[in-house]
């Protein structure tokens, strides 16, 4: 009998917890579907959002490319070099080639360019927009009969949809140039020629195309999802704290998700 | 007209307000008093809609700040002016933008350099100088941060204010210059104002009315004269530093 009352409090506790979990899952989602219809409304009018939103996707793009291009020199060194370490003879060695230019317009490129923006650049807005909260500066901006989805999130995510993909093209550019570099020193007996047939031997317009578009809807991810979560920030140092990595994890997480997601569009042409 | 009616909030189980009716008629400064913790802050939010009652309502000028729309909060809110407690400085923008955007609106088109002359009249009013305009929040002290948030509150002219402390944390000078503006603005333009205290000076100083919010409802709400005159044991306790510095005095 004590067991089985033991198992059914657990049982009821489980239950419990689990449709809290869903409970506060749904009102995220709900949450933040308002917060993009609030962006919607705010889109059709850009003189409201435009001058902002340029400047901090200046501040994003031009503050950023040092690292974005670093982080895609050492992913387009290490895909030619372990491409080239794992041929043992039975592969043509222009396949590095095209190995290179798959990986990096597809996957490197953007996912690495996104995940030093998310480290960057969400970070830091989730930080900011924390901190505006906790000190009742979010209050002060609706006291004055302003909106923040109108002052602060929408110039911010408008931002991340404008300097995302140059920042994803150059990456790209970076990442093949850095591969075909260190690959001419690293594999034996590769050559230029080997490499520049195995690229144009892989290379459709489509694969660059989904590269920027892949870079936008990674930089609409990590600005909406550092807003949206700086704006929740509460309880102090401690709730700015929380904010900024709450914002990196849930970040992280959800690029690789639309990572996975988006393949079949790259499939689809 | 600023009325409270029948305010109730709570956070989690702390019950707040448990009923508050109060009202702040046209032209009218009210100093509200209480101790802290006492939910003075709470009610001042509510009447520019930063919080939303459990029960009851807010009016602000005819309009229910509980049922009214995104556009016409927006509306009301252009014509209160709040001066927050640490001042809430946006800290990426200079003194000078901070006030230019209380000053004007999402749509409007006036330039930075246009607003100068206002802005320096703005800072005047709290005295503070000119070469404060290019300065950020973080490059000031609280005192001075305190009175831009003050010329900040003034700047859009509203016909409402409301002050949560506006003289904790300033020098006994600058405290009655603030006195002094709260004073003017009410008597000279007719803005109504609730000034949340805990300097008896200041109340009694810029009160028409002071009011007492004690567990969550109003104890009192008279003239300083009345107060000070009033039996009410916990009016008295509240008042009794006052009363001693008077008689000593006298």
Redesign the interface.
């Known amino acids: 009998m004590e067991s089985g009352e033991g198992w059914g409090a657990v049982v009821t506790v489980l239950f419990a917890t689990v449709i809290a979990g869903i409970g506060d899952m749904l009102r995220f989602v709900g949450r933040c579907t308002l917060m993009v219809g609030q962006i919607m409304k705010v889109l059709p009018r850009p ?2 959002y435009v001058t902002a939103a340029f400047q901090q996707a200046y501040i994003m793009g031009i503050a950023s490319l040092p690292l974005v291009l670093f982080m895609a020199f050492l992913g387009g060194a290490v895909t030619s070099q372990q491409t080239g370490a794992q041929f043992t003879g039975g592969l043509p060695l222009w396949v590095v080639g095209s190995v290179l230019a798959a990986s990096v317009l597809t996957e490197l490129g953007p996912l690495l360019t996104g995940i030093v923006m998310m480290a960057r650049i969400g970070a830091a807005i989730a930080a ?1 927009l924390a ?2 909260k906790v ?3 979010i ?2 901006l ?6 923040p989805v ?2 602060l999130v929408t110039p911010r995510v408008v931002a991340g949809l404008i300097a995302f993909p140059p920042l994803t093209v150059l990456a790209d550019a970076m990442g093949l140039a850095a591969g075909w570099g260190v690959g001419l020193l690293s594999v034996d007996g590769l050559t230029s020629a080997d490499v520049v047939y195995g690229m144009r031997y892989y290379f459709r317009p489509w694969a660059l195309i989904f590269s920027v578009i892949k870079g936008g809807v990674f930089g609409l991810a990590i600005t909406f999802i550092a807003c949206f979560v700086g704006l929740e920030g509460r309880g102090g140092a401690e709730g700015v704290g929380r904010a900024t990595t709450t914002a990196v994890v849930l970040t992280t997480i959800v690029l690789m998700a639309l990572d996975v997601l988006m393949v079949p569009l790259l499939k689809a042409f | 007209m600023i009325e409270y009616r029948n305010l109730h909030k709570s956070f989690g189980s702390l019950h707040v307000l448990r009923g508050v009716d109060l009202v702040v008629p046209e032209g009218e400064t009210l100093a509200l008093l209480g101790p802290s913790g006492s939910g003075k802050s709470v009610l001042l939010k509510h009447a520019i809609g930063l919080l939303e009652p459990d029960q009851g309502d807010v009016i602000v000028d005819g309009l229910s700040m509980s049922t009214a729309s995104a556009r016409e909060l927006k509306r009301v809110r252009r014509n209160l002016g709040y001066v927050f407690q640490n001042a809430a400085l946006f800290d990426s923008l200079s003194v000078a933008e901070n006030l230019w955007l209380a000053q004007c609106d999402e749509t409007s088109t006036r330039p930075l350099r246009d607003f100068c002359d206002d802005a320096i009249e703005l800072l005047a009013r709290v005295n503070l100088e000119p070469d404060v305009l290019a300065k950020f929040p973080a490059e000031l002290s609280g005192g001075m941060r305190k009175r831009v948030g003050v010329a900040r509150a003034i700047a859009s002219r509203p016909n409402y204010l409301l002050w949560d402390e506006p003289t904790t944390g300033l020098d006994p000078v600058n405290a009655d210059n603030i006195d002094q503006l709260i004073f003017d603005l009410g008597r000279s333009l007719g803005v109504t104002s609730i000034v949340v205290t805990h300097d008896l000076d200041t109340a009694f100083d810029v009160g028409d009315r002071l009011a007492l919010l004690f567990e969550g409802r109003i104890r009192a709400v008279a003239t300083p004269a009345e107060i000070l005159a009033s039996e009410d044991p916990v009016v008295k306790q509240f008042v009794r530093r006052t009363k001693i510095i008077e008689s000593a005095l006298h």
């Open positions: 003189r409201l900011e901190s505006m000190t009742e500066q209050d002060a609706y006291a004055m009969g302003r909106d109108t002052f």
